[in-house]
């Protein structure tokens, strides 16, 4: 079975926080996602990495940055957290080419700023 | 500009008949389509998928058809149960984009009642 595991499953922040949100995938996978997830507005696509050390911004890239540095791990961080980034956010796995991988999802984390 | 679209936020069900979830894409080049399933504080399940090449695809209670003249898909659920209870996401991709991220909707919550 393909493991997608995030670091927390709840988080409390302050503004202006630096957080880092990890995300690891069991399966040897290429391609990583990181998506946010808020009521009414489905899942947003902040960044994804289809390689160690690549990285593309995805549909809200703004106020988040990215790392991976091994092959199973990608990092999403909030520079200066805001309250505008509590949200709920999702960290998923795919195998590489073409687009008909079913990405796989982890549990995961809810994030509130204060 | 939303390229897939769940207009429905919300559906609601009787135990035992069906739920019909709909979704409608904009973007010609989607050629592969995926249901996903989300419990609260949970991460997204894949559920079921189907390519442009067919028109319905089937596997236990879930059933998925896609009209592509009319750019719309939807997900059956027969018969329907509580434990069916989720927000259900549409998403697209297109294969001939190789590792393109996935495009979601916004989501419909299905509420089953017993």
């Known amino acids: 079975d393909v493991k997608v595991t995030q670091s927390s499953r709840y988080l409390v922040k302050r503004t202006g926080e630096k957080v880092f949100l990890e995300c690891v995938q069991d399966m040897d996978h290429e391609n990583m996602f990181w998506y946010r997830q808020d009521p009414g507005l489905g899942l947003r696509l902040i960044y994804f990495?289809?390689?160690?050390?690549?990285?593309e911004k995805g549909d809200i890239p703004e106020g988040y940055s990215v790392s991976r540095e091994k092959k199973e791990r990608f990092s999403l961080i909030l520079e200066s957290a805001s309250t505008n980034q509590t949200s709920m956010y999702l960290c998923?796995?795919?195998?590489?080419?073409?687009?008909?991988?079913?990405?796989?999802f982890g549990p995961g984390t809810r994030l509130t700023v204060l | 500009d939303q390229q897939v679209k769940q207009n429905s936020p919300s559906l609601s069900v009787q135990e035992g008949r069906i739920s019909i979830l709909n979704c409608d894409y904009t973007n010609s080049m989607f050629d592969y389509f995926l249901w996903y399933k989300k419990y609260p504080a949970e991460g997204p399940t894949f559920l079921i998928s189907?390519?442009?090449?067919?028109d319905k695809n089937e596997d236990g209670r879930f059933t998925v058809f896609l009209n592509k003249s009319a750019k719309h898909l939807s997900l059956h659920i027969v018969p329907s149960q509580p434990g069916d209870s989720a927000v259900y996401f549409c998403?697209?991709?297109?294969?001939?984009?190789?590792?393109?991220?996935?495009?979601f909707g916004k989501g419909t919550t299905l509420s089953v009642s017993s």
């Open positions: 998923a796995s795919t195998t590489g080419g073409a687009g008909t991988d079913t990405q796989y």
């Open positions: 998403a697209a991709s297109s294969a001939s984009q190789a590792g393109t991220a996935l495009i």
């Open positions: 189907i390519s442009s090449i067919k």
């Open positions: 990495s289809y390689d160690v050390k690549m990285k």
